[in-house]
């Protein structure tokens, strides 16, 4: 065979294999284009919880309730007691004295004997009680003065404003301290018209 016959069998049987090529490359299969994004395959996020109005009250949270401190018959243990109130009943919302003295009463806090109710008073000081002591205080809604000597309420002839309400104990009998305040601010340290009345003591009637 001459060299030019050699020469074109070679180019014949490269040129088929580039053709076999081609073609095994365009069989093969297709892939995805470098600028194509995956499929999103994660999952759908959680429903956002709904508040639901028929829930039963203990399933939905709730501001705390303030507890009163003491409640119940008590007799008086000191002469503003006496005279102001005489036998005393603490119920949620009143206080009322076997004179006829009596008080409509909303729960406004429970603070500490340390706390003040003016900005030079304490209500340890005023009431006698320990600086840990719980205090509740009430904000006086209505007020009736005692039936035979209204000059003898506990703030005399002014309204009282609140009263705080401290329990302790003298062995194994109930004390009850009623600290009586006028003015209708709110009884605290920044207080500008609060004043003190006066401060009666009553037993439980197991110490009568």
């Not at 956002?48 to 007799?75: K, M, N, Y």
């Not at 009586?180 to 920044?190: C, K, T, Y």
């Amino acid at each position: 065979m001459s060299c030019s016959n050699r020469g074109s069998l070679a180019l014949s049987i490269l040129a088929a294999s580039v053709l076999l090529l081609a073609a095994c490359s365009q069989g093969g299969p297709a892939s995805a284009p470098a600028d194509q994004p995956e499929a999103n395959t994660a999952p759908a996020p959680p429903a956002i919880p709904q508040h639901d109005p028929t829930a039963a009250p203990a399933e939905r949270a709730a501001p705390p309730t303030l507890r009163a401190v003491v409640l119940g018959e008590f007799a008086p243990a000191n002469a503003v007691a006496e005279s102001a109130t005489g036998a005393l009943t603490i119920t949620d919302g009143a206080i009322e004295g076997a004179n006829g003295a009596s008080f409509s009463t909303e729960r406004v806090a429970l603070v500490n004997g340390d706390d003040r109710f003016t900005a030079d008073a304490r209500f340890a000081d005023a009431m006698m009680i320990e600086p840990r002591q719980q205090v509740e205080l009430r904000h006086v809604i209505d007020e009736t003065p005692p039936t035979d000597a209204p000059d003898q309420a506990l703030c005399g002839t002014l309204k009282t404003g609140h009263l705080a309400i401290a329990r302790v104990m003298d062995g194994d009998v109930e004390v009850v301290k009623l600290l009586a305040l006028s003015g209708e601010g709110l009884p605290a340290g920044s207080a500008t018209d609060v004043g003190l009345c006066g401060m009666a003591e009553y037993r439980g009637k197991s110490g009568s």
